[in-house]
């Protein structure tokens, strides 16, 4: 299991992690919620939500609204709640085989954030990234906070991969990521406490 005990000297260390909510997490935005964490430093985290999808919203309505022209739609979207932050902004999380220079930051070896016009242009177009997904609004915490929610057991955090980022079965993305720590979802409390 990922623990936290980390000091200044780990700066950064959760970026392109997944953070997973503990069952007592009292937050409901954030109840078992799996978080992909695309930046993380003294100063704060900022992370996405990869497992609630916004299925009331489609890339074509997002399209339509933000005046995309496409004379034919080549490409789709999924659409997620990423956070309660700046839920009115959206921010393509994506494969790396799609950059924009200036724009989109390399989270990880394989994970890339978009957060321009020109990524949904590229998606509609079919020639964005092999693997995205759109979020609207993150999740944001303050200076010591996300290491501090940790050390209390509101969150687990294990390494990212693919499929628990971009994969369709996203109803099961909690379990699975609990999964890969050898945690079993049932045998988890709702009330957790600190030795």
Not at 150 to 156: E, M, Q, T
Request: glycine share 12%; charged share 20%; net charge negative.
């Amino acid at each position: 299991m990922s623990l936290y005990e980390a000091d200044d000297t780990d700066e950064g260390f959760l970026t392109g992690q997944l953070l997973i909510a503990m069952p007592q997490m009292s937050d409901p935005r954030f109840r078992r919620s799996v978080v992909y964490i695309c930046s993380q430093s003294h100063r704060g985290a900022m992370g996405l939500i990869v497992n609630k999808p916004m299925p009331q919203l489609s890339f074509i309505d997002l399209l339509e609204q933000l005046e995309i022209k496409t004379e034919r739609l080549r490409g789709t979207l999924p659409i997620h709640y990423g956070g309660p932050v700046e839920t009115g902004h959206g921010f393509v999380l994506h494969s790396m085989d799609y950059t924009l220079p200036d724009a989109t930051l390399k989270v990880s070896n394989g994970v890339g954030l978009t957060a321009t016009i020109d990524v949904l242009k590229a998606v509609a177009r079919g020639s964005g990234p092999s693997h995205a997904f759109l979020a609207l609004g993150y999740a944001g915490w303050t200076a010591g906070q996300l290491e501090g929610e940790i050390r209390a057991n509101g969150w687990l955090h294990c390494e990212a991969d693919e499929e628990l980022v971009f994969g369709s079965e996203i109803e099961h993305k909690w379990e699975r990521a609990l999964s890969k720590l050898g945690i079993d979802a049932g045998m988890l409390s709702g009330s957790a406490g600190t030795a």
